[in-house]
């Protein structure tokens, strides 16, 4: 393969994908022909096209949207979903949950003030879950590995209450062991418990008018983990980058990239107008 197909090949990726995914692309491309330069196919590898990265980031939401799909989310707990019979066919739905549960409220008001991942949602038991109160209240999360981050979540304090309103439901029920899942338990399938909150919180999104951005972004469960580091940067006293994200399991690159990105000056007024105080100085 030469320079000038591999640039063809880009242009043709570009009509389709977006930067990131078309650099995925020539990084399999470079693997098989460095594999063929060892075992003599090629003379060596061909000069390969850079690629500008653009990223765009995901749509976090503001805390009056916020309070909108969650107060949505819980007025919706219980309704069935009107179109039924689609439910299955479309998204492989069965009966069974063709009604809202209480977990789309509970998981929006978690993933918010804990700073998890969408896919920790199927995987977090409660033997993840220490409730700690030393001072300060919050939970520890200590989930599975994710993306090579194994240390401990710490939340936020309304992380607690919603946690132990859970456990306080799931009781009488027999769904709270340490071996039981948080977020529909009954579920054993966790896949399909992913695609069961996943299609309700759309649903919310829908029904609240928030599915897109104002930039365009398509709103999911990913948005309540970006609005839960935003919203740290932005009302979080004194709070720094790296504890940041080395609590969000992340990198201080990421926060900067996809997520500090999106907070403006404006939002941040109170701080840009504040003034070091001076001796006998006033302000």
């Given at each position: 393969m030469t320079h000038e197909e591999l640039l063809a090949f880009t242009q043709y990726l570009s009509k389709s994908f977006s930067s990131i995914t078309i650099s995925q692309y020539l990084v399999a491309v470079r693997k098989v022909l460095s594999l063929?330069?060892?075992?003599?196919?090629?003379?060596?590898?061909?000069?390969?096209?850079?690629?500008?990265?653009?990223?765009?980031?995901?749509?976090?939401?503001?805390?009056?949207?916020?309070?909108?799909?969650?107060?949505?989310?819980?007025?919706?707990?219980?309704?069935?979903?009107?179109?039924?019979?689609?439910?299955?066919?479309?998204?492989k739905l069965r009966k069974a949950e063709h009604v809202m549960p209480p977990d789309i409220a509970w998981a929006i008001g978690f993933m918010v003030n804990s700073f998890i991942r969408p896919s920790d949602l199927k995987t977090l038991k409660h033997r993840h879950v220490e409730v700690v109160r030393n001072g300060n209240i919050y939970l520890r999360l200590t989930l599975p590995e994710t993306k090579k981050h194994n240390k401990p979540i710490v939340t936020l304090q309304p992380a607690v209450r919603i946690y132990e309103h859970m456990c306080k439901q799931r009781q009488p029920l027999g769904l709270s062991s340490k071996d039981d899942y948080l977020f529909l338990p009954q579920l054993r399938d966790r896949n399909y418990a992913h695609t069961v909150l996943s299609f309700y919180f759309n649903w919310v999104l829908e029904i609240s008018g928030l599915k897109t951005g104002p930039h365009g972004q398509s709103r999911t469960l990913y948005s309540l983990r970006h609005s839960a580091i935003t919203f740290r940067l932005l009302y979080g006293q004194g709070i720094d980058l790296l504890t940041l994200a080395r609590n969000a399991r992340t990198s201080v690159e990421v926060i900067n990239d996809h997520y500090a990105s999106t907070v403006s000056g404006e939002q941040n007024i109170a701080l840009l107008q504040s003034r070091r105080s001076k001796a006998g100085i006033t302000s």
């Open positions: 063929a330069v060892q075992n003599g196919h090629l003379e060596k590898l061909p000069d390969f096209p850079r690629i500008k990265i653009v990223t765009t980031p995901r749509g976090a939401f503001t805390p009056s949207e916020y309070w909108e799909i969650i107060r949505t989310a819980r007025r919706m707990t219980g309704t069935r979903h009107p179109d039924t019979n689609n439910l299955r066919k479309h998204y």
